[in-house]
Nanobody
Framework: QVRLVESGGGSVQAGGSLRLSCAAS?????MAWFRQAPGKEREGVAL????????QYVDSVKGRFTISRNNANNMMYLRMNNLKPEDTGMYYC????????????????WGQGTQVTVSS
């Protein structure tokens, strides 16, 4: 089973930027970022296939977030610009060798999460 470790979270003011990183122990066909705010359900933020040319975003982050990956070192990233208070939450890295999905149950590898806090 793949092991995933996130880093790069922190506290920023609205309009600021952060770059999250996810280190994977092995290659995975699909990797994704999910987030969970206090009192809310976990939601998918961005997905990326192995060829890195196919990506998907939840509507609320389109134009502000960019997902990328480097298969040479099994790393995945999430560049987050123009952050908003509603982006606050714990961000999780997920991986699967199946097709990408917005359903978290499709993923068999999860990181421990990294906290992102955006103040107004």
């Amino acid at each position: 089973q793949v092991r995933l470790v996130e880093s790069g979270g922190g506290s920023v003011q609205a309009g600021g930027s952060l770059r999250l990183s996810c280190a994977a122990s092995v290659y995975s066909y699909c990797m994704a970022w999910f987030r969970q705010a206090p009192g809310k359900e976990r939601e998918g933020v961005a997905l990326i296939y192995s060829n890195a040319g196919s990506t998907q975003y939840v509507d609320s982050v389109k134009g502000r977030f960019t997902i990328s990956r480097n298969n040479a070192n099994n790393m995945m990233y999430l560049r987050m610009n123009n952050l908003k208070p509603e982006d606050t939450g714990m961000y999780y890295c997920a991986a699967t060798n199946s097709a990408c999905s917005w359903n978290g149950h499709s993923y068999n590898g999860w990181g421990q999460g990294t906290q992102v806090t955006v103040s107004s």
